[in-house]
Every structure is written in structure tokens, then in C-alpha cells.
Antibody, heavy 120, light 111 residues
């Protein structure tokens, strides 16, 4: 059974960079079946797609976040990562990593989520 | 404001059926058969229920079914159970620029 686990700081200062890592277990991140994605959910609000990556390194980003987002993959560690620069309080959210079935938009397996608060 | 429109809330009694709608445009829901539905209980990660409008992942109950007509997709939950009380989200492929659109979510209350 594919499992994902987010890790990273729970508190980030405004204007700094948010960094999260997702560790995949139960399958290889180089599997041809999946892309890998990040989705966030502000407290009490809905889901927002951040971006998706394939093991080759090919990425797709939400146009509204594209200028601040980098998603990368480390196949040797079976991990993929998210960096979001110049954060503000509006970036406070639970960040989920996901497996994405077949392409960039079918979010299959989910991590438990990691709350990141942006505050000084 | 979410790209896809869902009702804020729906409700039903145990054993009944409920349907949740997800309305987009001819650029997303209406153009592609790539609508997915997710169930999210409080404090938990979402769970994929339906993908590609009508397909169910292994292990998902057949009480959950999906459909689409024009720019509106629908999730139907039959034989409503107390455990179905949750938030439900739809998403759709939205083309090679936007890629992914989500609905704002619908809170299902089991009376």
C-alpha cells in the first residue's frame, strides 16, 4: 500500500521560504503509474492545487503560485519536495502531498497533511 | 472564489440517496471526462472516491457513483450512512494552462 508522509517546519516567518518534503513508501517514486503532487488547504477552507511532478522532473504548477513554487524529486531517497518563496499569512495552510494517478489531476493517495503557519 | 461551483451543504436521512453537483465551464468539466470526487472527514486527509467521472478506485464502496451532463458533474451517494457525513470536493482537469480546478466543497449532513 502506497504511503506518503510530509515533513518540515511548522512555522515560517513572513517573506521567508516554506520547505516541505514528502517521503514515499510502498512503491518507487520512479513508478510509471504516478505523478506526485502538492495540495494545500487553509484552515476552514477548500483545497488548492499547488503543483505536480513526474519522476523525470517534468513539472506543472498552479498559474497563481507558479512564480513562487518549485517542486523537485529525489529518486535516490524516494522523496519529492516543495519550496514556496516569499510567504505571507495567506500561505498558512495544511499542506498535503499526494500520488497523482496517470497525470497531474487524479489525486489518489494522500499524506496526513502538515500544518504550516506563517507568522513572525 | 473556486473555479468549480458546488452547493455549500446538502443533507439526507439514513438510507436515502443524495446528489452533489459540481458546475464548471466548457473549458473544464464540459470539455474533459476528467472529473474526480473526494471525501474528507474533519481533521483527515481527503480520500479519492471517483475519478474520470465514473471510475471508482479499488476499495471504494459502490454506493458512490459519478456522472456528468454538459458542464455539470454529479456525485450520488446511495443508501446514506452516518459515516458518510463529511465534506466532499470535486476537481477537474482544466487544460494545459490551468491544469487543475477544484470545487469549493460541500458539507454533507446525515440527519
Amino acid at each position: 500500500q502506497l504511503q506518503l508522509q510530509e515533513s518540515g517546519p511548522g512555522l515560517v516567518k513572513p517573506s521567508e521560504t516554506l520547505s516541505l518534503t514528502c517521503t514515499v513508501s510502498g512503491d518507487s517514486i520512479s513508478s510509471d503509474t504516478y505523478y506526485w503532487g502538492w495540495i494545500r488547504q487553509p484552515p476552514g477552507k477548500g483545497l488548492e492545487w499547488i503543483g505536480s511532478i513526474y519522476h523525470s522532473g517534468s513539472t506543472h504548477y498552479n498559474p497563481s503560485l507558479k512564480s513562487r513554487v518549485t517542486i523537485s524529486v529525489d529518486t535516490s531517497k524516494n522523496q519529492f519536495s516543495l519550496k514556496l518563496t516569499s510567504v505571507t499569512a495567506a500561505d498558512t495552510a495544511v499542506y498535503f502531498c499526494t500520488s497523482v494517478l496517470g497525470s497531474v489531476f487524479r489525486f489518489h493517495h494522500w499524506g496526513q497533511g502538515s500544518l504550516v503557519t506563517v507568522s513572525s | 472564489q473556486s473555479a468549480l461551483t458546488q452547493p455549500r451543504s446538502v443533507s439526507g436521512s439514513p438510507g436515502q440517496s443524495v446528489t452533489i453537483s459540481c458546475t464548471g465551464t466548457s473549458s473544464d468539466v464540459g470539455r474533459y471526462d476528467y472529473v474526480s470526487w473526494y471525501q474528507q472527514h474533519p481533521g483527515k486527509a481527503p480520500k479519492l472516491l471517483i475519478y474520470d467521472v465514473i471510475k471508482r478506485p479499488s476499495g471504494v464502496s459502490d454506493r458512490f457513483s459519478g456522472s456528468k451532463s454538459g458542464n455539470t458533474a454529479s456525485l450520488t451517494i446511495s443508501g446514506l450512512q452516518a459515516e458518510d457525513e463529511a465534506d466532499y470536493y470535486c476537481n477537474s482537469y482544466a487544460g494545459s494552462y490551468t491544469f487543475v480546478a477544484f470545487g469549493g466543497g460541500t458539507k454533507l449532513t446525515v440527519l
